[in-house]
């Protein structure tokens, strides 16, 4: 008897709608996020044999996508979606662009019209394997029962290995209901090969060992890829071996202690003015799981001009594809930085080279700091910088910090929480970063908390991108969850104003924008809330959130035309910064 007929012996024959669940229940899946149609019905159908796997209703496929992207980058598991054929599979394409840009884990199944009418124009078909080939990091047709679970299973190992992101899996409606054995071991994808050039060589290795122990500037910048890699431990250690200090990128917030002495804050575009001119005047450059985007870089020809350029990356296509760097040690950041700290023959770099380094970045920081809002007196105007300040000391104050994980929409607010809202933790901001999707923090929200529900998860969101997603409010109240709400209502889309202040002589050409009164919207969902627009009354209010037995919505009416800074306008060099004007003052207190 062969091994094949050993194992599939006794083995059951289900349908490929049962063999999907089956799959994903042997893939750890318990939470999945969706919305039903005619072409994915068999596998809804099939979901009441499954106790063991969740779904959640969304209103909006696009929800789903999105609910998926919070769950797995609150949790680090692959995130789970599925929508119909048509427009339910077209509604998820903005949800799997935001999870590509920033490597996000997930997996989104869709059904499709059936084999023999592919490629009819048949009533909701659409090509969504080809609609989505750009943005997916790979993606299956799949027409027969028998190959749904070896390529549902592949799609998993895809989406986690290496740099991780969303692959799409589309099931023809025929495929789900023709039935086949099951055989969950046997359907297991060849081992995972990594990259040829996934490896730091020895010679490359000397090189960046060299220039750190030459280097009397160096900077650390902490990209996303540390928590991918898990290596924030190692990053840390790093760190405080060389006294090297650390500036983080957009969605490496949190991969390093905020309070640490040797973390400097966020760079680019509305980072920390110190950041930027501290990355201007440094010799040495260590990138640690980043890609150097535009966000982070300013005008490339004004670049970091003395720095060399050590970048620690796992995927080799990012390497000098915008910055040329000196070396390039590529693999796994985690396993790289072991390499680096148990080469026995190289001594640490004495913290007495860096410490006059550290002393100048202190004086930029005193000299250089942000015209802070936060230190001047109440005038009675309340700003959005005060209402995350607050939310951040309220759950410090209440010993919840690092079990507070905040979800941000786009814009300004989401640069102000960035600035104002200090991460301690790993994996407690939750924001689109490289695509930048209105809308996203609602959803994400709902899938950071079905991930963490010991946790308290916070929405921070415009009025603008809130009203994308807000009828996801529904989903909250029929899962039964405790999410916060802060709407920062200054009723403009925020950053597109500022910008239009800033570069089109005050032109607001459908920027002010009308909103519901959210308070009342909450309630119609059945979730409380309350208005907001003194500061006096921000903490008060944040607390009974937080301790509200179910969700609740707070409408914060901020003053309309504040503007994110330090800001670098489009052209400028990383030190060209426009800076808080007049006559609110610069302080250096903090």
């Known amino acids: 008897m062969s091994d094949t007929t050993k194992q599939t012996q006794g083995a059951p024959t289900l349908t490929g709608a049962e063999i999907l669940w089956a799959t994903l229940a042997g893939e750890g899946v318990t939470t999945v996020f969706g919305y039903p149609g005619g072409a994915i019905l068999p596998i809804y159908d099939a979901l009441r044999?499954?106790?063991?796997?969740?779904?959640?209703?969304?209103?909006?496929?696009?929800?789903?996508?999105?609910?998926a992207d919070g769950y797995a980058r609150a949790s680090g598991r692959v995130g789970v979606c599925m929508?119909?054929?048509?427009?339910?599979?077209?509604?998820?394409?903005?949800?799997l662009a935001t999870a590509m840009l920033d490597s996000i884990p997930m997996v989104a199944i869709t059904g499709q019209v059936a084999s023999k009418v592919l490629g009819t124009d048949a009533f909701q078909e659409v090509d969504i394997t080809g609609i989505t080939l750009p943005i997916t990091k790979h993606n299956f047709v799949?027409?027969?029962?028998?190959?749904?679970?070896p390529t549902v299973r592949e799609a998993f190992q895809i989406a986690?290995?290496?740099r991780p992101g969303p692959v799409l899996v589309d099931i023809t409606k025929d495929a789900q209901q023709a039935s086949c054995i099951f055989d969950f071991d046997m359907s297991k994808p060849r081992a995972y090969r990594p990259h040829p050039m996934l490896h730091a060589h020895a010679g490359d290795m000397q090189l960046a060992l060299d220039l750190i122990q030459q280097s009397r500037k160096p900077i650390i910048f902490a990209g996303h890829g540390i928590i991918h890699s898990e290596a924030e431990q190692e990053v840390l250690r790093f760190a405080e071996r060389h006294g090297i200090p650390v500036a983080t990128t957009l969605l490496g917030l949190g991969s390093f202690p905020a309070s640490h002495p040797l973390a400097l804050g966020m760079m680019g575009m509305h980072g920390e003015s110190w950041v930027n001119h501290a990355i201007q005047n440094a010799d040495l450059i260590l990138a640690f799981g980043m890609r150097f985007d535009d966000r982070v870089t300013g005008n490339l020809a004004h670049y970091a001009p003395n720095a060399k350029k050590i970048h620690i990356e796992i995927d080799p296509s990012e390497i000098n594809k915008n910055v040329k760097v000196d070396v390039a040690l590529i693999g796994d950041l985690k396993q790289v930085l072991t390499q680096i700290e148990s080469a026995t023959e190289i001594a640490s770099l004495d913290r007495t080279q860096t410490a006059p380094w550290r002393d100048e970045i202190?004086?930029?920081?005193?000299?250089?700091?942000?015209?802070?809002?936060?230190?001047?007196?109440?005038?009675?105007?309340?700003?959005?910088?005060?209402?995350?300040?607050?939310?951040?000391?309220?759950?410090?104050?209440?010993?919840?910090?690092?079990?507070?994980?905040?979800?941000?929409d786009v814009g300004q607010h989401q640069m102000w929480e960035a600035q104002y809202f200090?991460?301690?933790?790993?994996?407690?901001?939750?924001?689109?970063?490289?695509?930048?999707?209105?809308?996203?923090?609602?959803?994400?929200?709902?899938?950071?908390?079905?991930?963490?529900?010991?946790k308290d998860v916070?929405?921070?969101?415009?009025?603008?991108?809130?009203?994308?997603?807000?009828?996801e409010l529904s989903t909250i109240q029929q899962e039964g969850l405790h999410i916060n709400i802060a709407v920062i209502n200054n009723g403009f889309l925020g950053m597109v104003r500022q910008w239009q202040e800033a570069f089109y002589d005050k032109n607001y050409a459908s920027s002010p924008i009308l909103s519901p009164n959210f308070v009342m919207l909450a309630a119609a969902h059945g979730i409380d809330g309350a208005s907001v627009s003194e500061r006096a009354d921000v903490v008060p209010t944040v607390t009974r959130a937080r301790t509200n037995e179910g969700s609740f919505l707070i409408n914060f009416a901020v003053e309309k035309e504040d503007g994110v800074y330090p800001m670098i306008a489009p052209g400028s060099a990383l030190h060209e910064m426009v800076r808080r004007p007049n006559p609110l003052l610069e302080t250096s207190e903090e």
């Open 422 to 454: 200090k991460h301690e933790d790993t994996r407690t901001l939750i924001t689109s970063g490289g695509l930048g999707t209105m809308g996203f923090a609602l959803p994400a929200a709902i899938g950071a908390k079905m991930a963490c529900p010991e």
């Open 83 to 95: 929508a119909t054929s048509g427009p339910g599979a077209t509604n998820l394409v903005t949800g």
């Open 49 to 67: 044999k499954f106790p063991s796997i969740h779904h959640v209703l969304t209103r909006h496929e696009q929800g789903a996508s999105h609910m």
């Open 160 to 162: 986690r290995s290496g």
């Open 142 to 149: 799949v027409t027969k029962a028998e190959d749904i679970a």
């Open 362 to 408: 202190r004086a930029l920081k005193g000299d250089a700091s942000v015209r802070d809002i936060i230190n001047l007196p109440d005038n009675g105007h309340l700003y959005a910088a005060h209402v995350i300040h607050d939310i951040w000391q309220e759950a410090k104050a209440a010993g919840r910090l690092s079990q507070t994980v905040i979800a941000t």
């Open 458 to 471: 916070w929405v921070i969101a415009g009025d603008g991108g809130f009203q994308m997603t807000a009828s």
